[in-house]
T-cell receptor
Framework: DSGVTQTPKHLITATGQRVTLRCSPR?????VYWYQQSLDQGLQFLIQ???????AKGNILERFSAQQFPDLHSELNLSSLELGDSALYFC?????????????FGNGTRLTVT | DAKTTQPNSMESNEEEPVHLPCNHS???????IHWYRQLPSQGPEYVIH???SNVNNRMASLAIAEDRKSSTLILHRATLRDAAVYYC?????????????FGQGTTLQVKP
């Protein structure tokens, strides 16, 4: 058990809809990272937050947004969903970004857009 | 981000050692070598990391070439549970993010 909790485990929705994925980091971790994993693209880094502020941005679409709340949990919002957004979405957490504290990953949310 | 090159797939027999290679010829002085693995239907899992010296932990050993342009992850006795995708990643310790950029990794099959 990594200590990172992601909800829901599965999500099925229709094109054009909006969903929110939730992540609770490991106790004490201030950094949260979001990744998307699809069959043809592998694990893609989306965005990172550290202590409530955006720290790094990757290949995140404009239709997607995220935030980290004062209690350190994070949410990834996906809107105007398309079939191609179907993927596994992973959240990870770690300690301070400087240094080598490992990333701890949750077991993901599987999003299916129909 | 500096890139790594790994074989797409490898096979091993159960209870035998496995050596997973990784090339990183453009590694910089502040890049640490990290290994993660992803078991089926799970999120990636940290395995080990190192800078210059060889490293050992309860999961594996990491052997780093003297010029740091390559490294090898060693599983001393493969079990069926070690079947996974193994990712070799360079992480710049001087970066202010700590993010990991994953490549395609090596899919390890373990035969009983």
């Amino acid at each position: 058990d990594s200590g990172v909790t992601q909800t829901p485990k599965h999500l099925i929705t229709a094109t054009g809809q909006r969903v929110t994925l939730r992540c609770s980091p490991r106790s004490g971790d201030l950094s949260v990272y979001w990744y998307q994993q699809s069959l043809d693209q592998g694990l893609q880094f989306l965005i990172q937050y550290y202590n409530g502020e955006e720290r790094a941005k990757g290949n995140i679409l404009e239709r997607f947004s995220a935030q980290q709340f004062p209690d350190l949990h994070s949410e990834l919002n996906l809107s105007s969903l398309e079939l191609g957004d179907s993927a596994l979405y992973f959240c990870a957490s770690s300690g301070h970004p400087l240094g080598n504290s490992p990333l701890h990953f949750g077991n993901g949310t599987r999003l299916t857009v129909t | 981000d500096a890139k790594t090159t790994q074989p797409n797939s490898m096979e091993s027999n159960e209870e035998e050692p496995v050596h997973l290679p990784c090339n990183h010829s453009t590694i910089s002085g502040t890049d640490y070598i990290h290994w993660y693995r992803q078991l089926p239907s799970q999120g990636p899992e940290y395995v080990i990391h190192g800078l210059t010296s060889n490293v050992n932990n309860r999961m594996a050993s990491l052997a780093i070439a003297e010029d740091r342009k390559s490294s090898t992850l060693i599983l001393h006795r493969a079990t069926l549970r070690d079947a996974a995708v193994y990712y070799c990643i360079l992480r710049d310790v001087a970066s202010n993010t700590g993010k990991l950029i994953f490549g395609q990794g090596t899919t390890l099959q373990v035969k009983p």
